[in-house]
């Protein structure tokens, strides 16, 4: 491409070479920006700031004076004898995940909240003993109220 190029530069007037050189590098500035915006689009598509979706507003719901009953805090306490280990806000806010979201398994919760392995099964298999739990006795609750009713 060198060997091509130095003839033709040659033969240009010198007083044309000066704008000729800006030209391309004019035009080399401007592949480069729309190549580097070409590449930044396939990675993630183009959404202004503006246009993101508002965060849901948090069902108050998850956090009542009952929220953390059934949390197995010594047993989890007792697998995290390190000095890494994750606060309790943590270990409390993957307690609310998992009785509350579906789809939030303990690989989720080692993920997302960085939690060790032998924690997050425990949070999560008590979470769902309590979702059970309170389950059969809604379903109980339900049949009584419906036993009660004259018909």
Do not use: C
Not at 110 to 123: R, S
């Amino acid at each position: 491409m060198v060997a091509y190029l130095l003839p033709v530069w040659t033969r240009l007037p010198a007083a044309d070479r000066m704008g000729v050189a800006a030209a391309v590098m004019g035009a080399a500035l401007v592949v480069l920006i729309v190549g580097t915006r070409v590449r930044r689009g396939r990675s993630r598509p183009f959404r202004s700031p503006r246009a993101r979706r508002p965060a849901e507003p948090v069902d108050t719901s998850w956090f009542t004076a009952h929220t953390l009953d059934g949390f197995p805090e010594e047993a989890v306490r007792a697998t995290l004898r390190t000095p890494a280990a994750p606060s309790r806000e943590r270990l409390y806010a993957a307690w609310v995940l998992a009785m509350h979201t579906q789809g939030t398994d303990a690989v989720w919760l080692e993920k997302n909240l960085g939690l060790p392995a032998d924690a997050a099964h425990l949070i999560t298999e008590a979470a769902e003993a309590r979702r059970r739990e309170r389950s059969a006795q809604e379903n109980r609750d339900t049949k009584a109220r419906d036993s009660d009713r004259p018909g």
